[in-house]
């Protein structure tokens, strides 16, 4: 009787066993890569202390560590290493965490391209030290404005084992734990600057660690991959007039064009072609303040840096690149003018015959 009745006990825990389904997800300690809800991931840290990663359904994971040399916690998308950025689609992550670091530690979208091999970050947190390099200009994008660097890394480990390289990083002015980050906004910005990008091995939601302790619960991660690239879509004009806190967009082709070749174009935007020295467009903008920052759209024909000058009111106050034919947005920020009506002018002033310059909107904020 007894026998009897524990085989009715195992019986009845089976079947709450089939009743209530039970979701362990395992804790990685040790470097690793793989896929897990549709994302690869990868556990990576170098020799001393200790770290966990816990894989939760889709993008999302949670992470510790401590006293660690160099740890980091990803998932994302890896590729083929056959495609650009551009012929990939527009990349953008959603996301949101509870990042708790102790010491130096980035939360950040972290990647690789290869031909050439760069490292590259884009940074919306860090703990007690922000990444910095060699500064190359900004981005506003994603409601905030990103410092833009580069850096380069000799003989150290990469995803071809021990080379040399570049890394290249936006560091948002800023911190913030979660929102969207347009990813291909940044790789855009980056090629106006002439930071050379390859084909993509990987984009991935990433917290590392450096020589520090901490925590972080990645609880959203939605990776977006497709559509088109290229500066994004200008948001609509307010009708402001550039004063603080308005946002003023003008398109290009309803700037009065000036210059012996200046002409309207349809590709690779609807916009106008600058195809040589004195070749301008200008229009005239009310001010009631005195700085502002300016952010043009535009590409050059061709692999070549094409350049645009900024004036405003008969003075040159900054310059407009674009490193390639694929369209991106160049800000130049904190830019002092005068008030009232003032004469803003798009030219070209330094062709060199390797080069068009397509200008798209100048957006005034």
């Known amino acids: 009787m007894k026998h009897i009745k524990l085989k009715l006990f195992v019986a009845v825990l089976f079947c709450i066993g089939l009743l209530i389904p039970v979701s362990v997800h395992a804790a990685v300690t040790s470097n690793d890569t793989g896929t897990h809800g549709g994302y690869d991931y990868e556990f990576w840290k170098d020799s001393g202390g200790s770290g966990s990663m816990t894989l939760n359904n889709g993008g999302t994971f949670s992470a510790e560590w401590s006293n660690v040399g160099n740890i980091l916690f990803r998932k994302g998308?890896?590729?083929?290493?056959?495609?650009?950025?551009?012929?990939?689609?527009?990349?953008?992550?959603?996301?949101?965490?509870?990042?708790?670091?102790?010491?130096n530690s980035y939360l950040t979208v972290y990647g690789w391209t290869v031909d050439p091999l760069?490292?590259?970050y884009i940074v919306d947190s860090w703990g007690s030290y922000r990444p910095t390099g060699t500064f190359k200009g900004t981005v506003n994008v994603d409601g905030g404005t990103y410092d833009i660097y580069e850096t380069t890394r000799t003989n150290k480990p990469s995803i071809e084992g021990t080379a040399t390289f570049k890394q290249y990083w936006s560091v948002r002015q800023s911190k913030r734990t979660s929102g969207t980050i347009s990813v291909s906004e940044h790789f855009n910005a980056w090629e106006s600057l002439g930071m050379e990008m390859g084909n993509m091995y990987e984009v991935a939601l990433t917290v590392e660690g450096y020589q520090s302790s901490g925590s972080a619960d990645v609880y959203q991660n939605d990776l977006n991959i497709g559509g088109s690239s290229g500066g994004g879509t200008p948001p609509p004009s307010n009708g402001g007039d550039g004063g603080s806190g308005s946002s003023t967009i003008v398109e290009a082709e309803e700037m009065t064009k000036g210059g012996q070749y200046t002409g309207n174009i349809t590709s690779p935007f609807d916009g106008v072609a600058l195809y040589g020295n004195d070749d301008a467009v200008k229009y005239t903008q009310y001010f009631d303040s005195g700085t502002h920052s300016f952010s043009l759209r535009g590409a050059s024909n061709n692999s070549n840096m094409a350049r645009v000058d900024l004036k405003i009111g008969g003075e040159t106050k900054g310059t407009f690149y674009f490193g390639d034919e694929y369209p991106a947005v160049y800000t130049i920020d904190n830019v002092s003018h005068g008030?009232?009506?003032?004469?803003?002018?798009?030219?070209?002033?330094?062709?060199?015959?390797?080069?068009?310059?397509?200008v798209d909107y100048l957006e005034i904020q």
């Open 77 to 103: 998308q890896k590729f083929d290493q056959t495609q650009t950025h551009q012929q990939i689609g527009n990349i953008s992550i959603d996301y949101g965490a509870n990042y708790q670091p102790s010491g």
């Open 118 to 120: 760069v490292e590259f």
């Open 339 to 358: 008030t009232g009506n003032q004469e803003i002018e798009l030219v070209v002033t330094a062709d060199d015959g390797n080069w068009d310059a397509f």
